[in-house]
Antibody, heavy 118, light 111 residues
Framework: QVQLQESGPRLVKPSETLSLTCTVS????????WSWIRQPPGKGLEWIGY???????YYSPSLKSRVTISVDSSKNQFSLNLSSVTAADTAVYYC????????????WGQGTPVTVSS | HSALTQPASVSGSPGQSITISCTGT?????????VSWYQHHPGKAPKLMIY???KRPSGISDRFSGSKSGNTASLTISGLQAEDEADYFC???????????FGTGTKVTVL
């Protein structure tokens, strides 16, 4: 059973870069698409982007200028970097695996809350 | 791209059936067979319950079923059980460059 776990700082200062890592266990990252999704307090879920294990990534246009998603196959991990953060980036961040041949999210991490504040 | 619309809450007694709606547009729910449904117990990882509008992943109870008509998808839970009490949200692939849109979420309460 594939399991995902997010890790990273829970507090980030405004204008700095938010960096999170998702560790995949129970399966290889060298297949499927891997995604980041977030949920600001009191708001709905927002898709951030995804990448294929080869490193090809696609981002939501609203975040594209600030987002990088990368993969480290040797560690079975993929990462999210979000630059120039503001309070609007405060959210619970989830990593998820895209189910092959569908457009659904098969496995999710528990989510990690990140607060942007000085 | 706007969020998909779900009722804020739905409740039912044990053994009853409930249905949660997920309303989108002809640019998302209505255009592809890519609506999925998730169960989320707070503090835990969301769980895929339905994909491709009406398919169940292995291990998901057949008490959960999905359907769609036009721009509205639905999740039905039959034989409601206490363990079904959770938040549920839908998702759809879209024609926009955002690719994925999510529902506003529904809290299911078992009375």
């Amino acid at each position: 059973q594939v399991q995902l776990q997010e890790s990273g700082p829970r507090l980030v200062k405004p204008s700095e870069t938010l960096s999170l890592t998702c560790t995949v266990s129970g399966g290889s990252i060298s297949s499927n698409y891997w995604s980041w999704i977030r949920q600001p307090p009191g708001k709905g879920l927002e898709w951030i982007g995804y990448l294929y294990y080869t490193g090809n990534a696609y981002y939501s246009p609203s975040l594209k200028s600030r987002v990088t998603i990368s993969v480290d196959s040797s560690k079975n991990q993929f990462s999210l970097n979000l630059s120039s953060v503001t309070a609007a980036d405060t959210a619970v961040y989830y990593c998820a695996m895209v189910r092959a041949m569908t457009n659904s999210f098969d496995h999710w991490g528990q989510g990690t809350p990140v607060t942007v504040s000085s | 791209h706007s969020a998909l619309t779900q009722p804020a809450s739905v409740s039912g007694s044990p053994g009853q059936s409930i249905t949660i709606s997920c309303t989108g547009t002809s640019s998302d729910v209505g255009v592809y067979n890519y609506v999925s449904w998730y169960q989320h117990h707070p503090g835990k990882a969301p769980k895929l319950m339905i994909y491709d509008d009406s398919k169940r992943p292995s291990g998901i109870s057949d008490r959960f079923s999905g359907s769609k008509s036009g721009n509205t998808a639905s999740l039905t839970i039959s034989g409601l059980q206490a363990e079904d009490e959770a938040d549920y949200f839908c998702s759809s692939y879209t024609t926009s460059s955002t690719l994925y849109v999510f529902g506003t979420g529904t809290k299911v309460t078992v009375l």
